[in-house]
């Protein structure tokens, strides 16, 4: 159980268009879902904390209008790059937590999308 | 958010017993210990959670010492596939983001 999709896996565009990359929870509903970037031998970086049915909320440095969120439904987000520059390339990846009657679980992590902007 | 501190890297050989510690002394009461590995151009894999004491699971165990300040992953027979970064962070119950430390790079050699 508690597994995390994305797609795609990778995705090669041109300087100036804009990557939509999907994340669902194929087997249990996310309360929150989130997007993460990592670069070379770095760590991952959090983008934003989306929730179903409400505005993401984006850490601090993370242009909103450049790094679109949606988060339509219990198992779906997308993260939308949009006029995508080659210094947006990048490993994205999003996490969700599943929705419990009580308390917490831990967050479960998609397999990643690389993006690369030519 | 507790804030966390791992070795940066580790190197070890097939068939040793792997110990991994890190710290965590602004931890709160509600806060559970959990540890992520990653291999390169993948996501994070869950490994093992855990609140007090000890836990265990089919891949590793987790030691967590009274004043939970710190905490120590343990590998039991580590293999050259278990070389990974591996990531401590702390996850509130009530919790929502986590944030990454720089991780610990392990290095399992023949």
């Known amino acids: 159980g508690a597994v995390v999709s994305q797609h795609p896996s990778w995705v090669i565009c041109k300087s100036g268009t804009s990557v939509k990359i999907e994340c669902r929870s194929l087997?249990?509903?996310?309360?929150?879902m989130f997007w993460y970037r990592q670069f070379p031998k770095q760590s991952l970086m959090l983008m934003a904390t989306s929730n179903e049915g409400s505005k993401a909320t984006y850490e601090q440095g993370v242009e909103k209008d450049k790094f679109l969120i949606n988060h339509a439904s219990l198992t779906l987000s997308t993260l939308t790059v949009t006029s995508a520059h080659p210094e947006d390339s990048s490993f994205y990846i999003c996490s969700a937590r599943p929705r419990l009657l009580r308390g917490t679980d831990t967050q479960y992590f998609g397999p990643g999308t690389r993006l690369t902007v030519l | 958010l507790a804030k966390t501190t791992q070795p940066i890297s580790m190197d070890s050989y097939e068939g040793q017993e792997v110990n991994i510690t890190c710290s965590h002394n602004n931890i709160a009461t509600n806060d559970y210990i959990t540890w992520y590995q990653q291999f390169p151009s993948q996501g994070p894999r869950f490994i093992i959670q855990?609140?007090?004491t000890k836990v265990t699971n089919e891949v590793a165990s987790l030691f967590i010492p009274a004043d939970r300040k710190s905490s120590t992953l343990s590998l039991p027979r580590v293999s050259l596939s278990d070389t990974a970064v591996y990531y401590c962070l702390v996850d509130s119950e009530y919790g929502n983001k986590l944030v990454f430390g720089a991780g610990t790079i392990l290095r399992v050699k023949s």
């Open positions: 087997d249990f509903q996310a309360t929150t």
């Open positions: 855990g609140y007090k």
